[in-house]
């Protein structure tokens, strides 16, 4: 597993920028808060009354999923 429930929010979002959409699909919106710069995964999921493991679970298909071939010029 590549992101786990204890990585800062923030961190996830800027190493791993695709799975912005998880979050808000999952409802959790506060990525660009600056509370998510230290709070993590578990906590900001608690916060707002969303299931963590689910969520960890998506994030991490997210990131598993291959890049988009870029189209030739």
């Not at 800027?14 to 999952?26: A, D, G, S």
């Not at 660009?32 to 963590?52: L, S």
């Amino acid at each position: 597993m590549t992101i786990t429930k204890s990585m800062p929010i923030g961190e996830v979002v800027q190493k791993y920028p695709e799975t912005i959409p998880v979050f808000l699909e999952h409802g959790l919106m506060c990525f660009g808060c600056a509370v998510a710069r230290f709070e993590n995964i578990e906590q900001g999921a608690m916060a707002h009354g969303i299931e963590v493991d689910p969520l960890v679970a998506d994030l991490n298909a997210a990131v598993a999923k291959p890049a988009p071939a870029a189209k030739p010029a």
